[in-house]
């Protein structure tokens, strides 16, 4: 139940999943949003003190997972050719890579001028590298291209799920969703 098996996935790593899929589609339109607000706006300070602070949980959350799949046998693949299994392969990896790397740029922007990051008052992340040439606009212009990228194999990978579902009528989708693994109709 806890633990994947060669047919599926088990609750943990589901529930990361999920987790982590939702936080994600809360810090892109956040961090959108909040670089276009006015200086009097009232979230002017409060969205980006929230969009780190999501980002540090997600950061932890990603640490675990990575360290929790690594530890568990995958689910044999459903793909129907040789590319699309490296291609699914290769989004996966990017689908863990490329939000690490936002946690670490992002994490580079906000400890640029010294100051830590709060994390909704639970703990204070201490800044480390700071004051380094350009570091704020540099980390802040990888950050955004970073999440762009992102974004981009998000909707191949959302796309990539939902053919499975709709069109080859597989249980690639059912198999992430708790409750909901059968092991018919592969
Ligand atoms: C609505 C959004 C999403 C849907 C419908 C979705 C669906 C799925 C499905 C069905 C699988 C299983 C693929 C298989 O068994 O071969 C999967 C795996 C995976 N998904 Fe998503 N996903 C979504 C969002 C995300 C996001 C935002 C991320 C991370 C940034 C992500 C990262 C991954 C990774 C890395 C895997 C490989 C299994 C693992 O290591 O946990 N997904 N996703």
């Given at each position: 139940?806890?633990?994947?098996?060669?047919?599926?996935?088990?609750?943990?790593?589901?529930?990361?999943?999920?987790?982590?899929?939702?936080?994600?589609?809360?810090?892109?339109?956040?961090?959108?949003?909040m670089?276009g607000l006015d200086y009097y706006d009232p979230w002017y300070k409060?969205a980006p003190?929230?969009?780190?602070?999501?980002?540090?949980?997600?950061?932890?959350?990603?640490?675990?997972?990575?360290?929790?799949?690594?530890?568990?046998?995958?689910?044999?693949?459903?793909?129907?050719?040789?590319?699309?299994?490296?291609?699914?392969?290769?989004?996966?990896?990017?689908?863990?890579?490329?939000?690490?790397?936002?946690?670490?740029?992002?994490?580079?922007?906000?400890?640029?001028?010294?100051?830590?990051?709060?994390?909704?008052?639970?703990?204070?992340?201490?800044?480390?590298?700071?004051?380094?040439?350009?570091?704020?606009?540099?980390?802040?212009?990888?950050?955004?291209?970073?999440?762009?990228?992102?974004?981009?194999?998000?909707?191949?990978?959302?796309?990539?799920?939902?053919?499975?579902?709709?069109?080859?009528?597989?249980?690639?989708?059912?198999?992430?969703?708790?409750?909901?693994?059968?092991?018919?109709?592969?």
């Amino acid at each position: 139940m806890w633990r994947n098996t060669a047919d599926t996935y088990g609750l943990i790593q589901m529930t990361l999943h999920w987790l982590i899929a939702i936080l994600i589609a809360v810090l892109l339109p956040l961090g959108l949003w909040m670089t276009g607000l006015d200086y009097y706006d009232p979230w002017y300070k409060k969205a980006p003190d929230l969009h780190r602070a999501i980002g540090i949980l997600l950061a932890l959350l990603l640490m675990l997972r990575l360290g929790w799949r690594l530890a568990q046998v995958q689910p044999r693949s459903r793909a129907k050719s040789a590319w699309e299994k490296r291609a699914a392969v290769a989004a996966h990896r990017l689908l863990y890579l490329l939000p690490l790397l936002l946690v670490v740029s992002g994490y580079l922007i906000s400890t640029a001028d010294g100051r830590g990051i709060d994390v909704f008052g639970w703990f204070e992340v201490p800044a480390t590298l700071r004051g380094l040439e350009g570091q704020e606009d540099i980390a802040g212009d990888v950050h955004f291209t970073l999440a762009m990228l992102l974004l981009a194999v998000i909707t191949l990978h959302v796309i990539a799920a939902l053919r499975h579902h709709l069109v080859h009528k597989d249980d690639t989708l059912r198999r992430m969703w708790p409750g909901m693994t059968t092991t018919h109709n592969r």
